[in-house]
């Protein structure tokens, strides 16, 4: 009598690895989208930062902030613009960068502001919601914002 050697995958076998698969999927997923999202949300960050350096020129010169735009020396705020960001709007010492609609879902028409703080010859900026402009979840902010 000759005797069968098995060969291959069982099915239960096929079936315990795509539930691992599923597992590790249903672990994955979330944490990329979050990621995803951040990384969307620091394009915001990156190009106000042309706005601080400008409007933080101004207020040395001058000695209070700009209005709009133009009087910093920026272009308007629909023209600084991104894949992500479709305006970035600097009046009067806050700086604020709307998301459009290729953005997530998530950050979608929100707004990621930064207040300029000043004091000691010095300003500094504070992208933090305690003036109700930054309306974006706290866990996508850029980590000096958290």
């Known amino acids: 009598m000759k005797k069968n050697i098995q060969k291959g995958f069982t099915l239960i076998e096929l079936m315990i690895v795509v539930a691992i698969i599923a597992i590790l999927a249903a672990i994955a997923i979330p944490a990329y989208q979050d990621y ?8 915001g960050s990156v190009l106000s ?3 601080k350096t400008a ?8 000695g209070y902030f700009p209005t709009i735009n133009s009087s910093a020396g920026l272009a308007t705020a629909t023209q ?9 709007d600097a009046s009067s010492g806050i700086i604020k960068a709307t998301f459009g609609n290729q953005a997530n879902s998530k950050i ?7 207040s ?7 300003i500094s900026w504070n992208c933090k919601s305690t003036n109700g402009s930054t309306n974006v979840d706290p866990k996508y902010l850029p980590t000096a914002c958290r």
């Open 108 to 114: 979608s028409t929100k707004v990621l502001a930064f």
């Open 80 to 88: 600084i613009v991104g894949k992500y960001v479709t305006q970035v």
């Open 49 to 51: 930062d042309g706005a």
């Open 36 to 43: 995803v999202i951040r990384a969307q949300v620091s394009e």
């Open 116 to 122: 300029a703080i000043t004091g000691a010859g010095s």
């Open 55 to 62: 409007i933080s020129e101004f207020y040395n010169n001058k």
